[in-house]
């Protein structure tokens, strides 16, 4: 017989652990006052570069980034 009673908030309202801690983070991060909100905001960009890969050899870099207009 299982108890509920350990279960943490974030599982029983169906949230993933990653899904909460961003969720406090974008609180946390939106409670800053300037100028720390700003280079909070600066350090969440995230930018990667993918490379294909054809007949062994990788095809030029594509640079990406999750931040809308970069």
């Not at 909460?20 to 969440?44: D, M, Q, T």
């Not at 050899?57 to 809308?68: V, W």
Request: with cysteine; hydrophobic share 40%; net charge positive.
């Amino acid at each position: 017989m299982a108890s509920n009673a350990a279960v943490p908030f974030w599982r029983a309202a169906g949230m993933t652990y990653i899904t909460y801690s961003n969720i406090c983070a974008n609180l946390v991060r939106n409670c800053l006052k300037e100028p720390f909100k700003g280079e909070a905001l600066n350090r969440e960009k995230v930018h990667f570069s993918i490379s294909k890969w054809a007949d062994g050899k990788p095809e030029k870099p594509i640079l990406r980034s999750d931040t809308p207009g970069v």
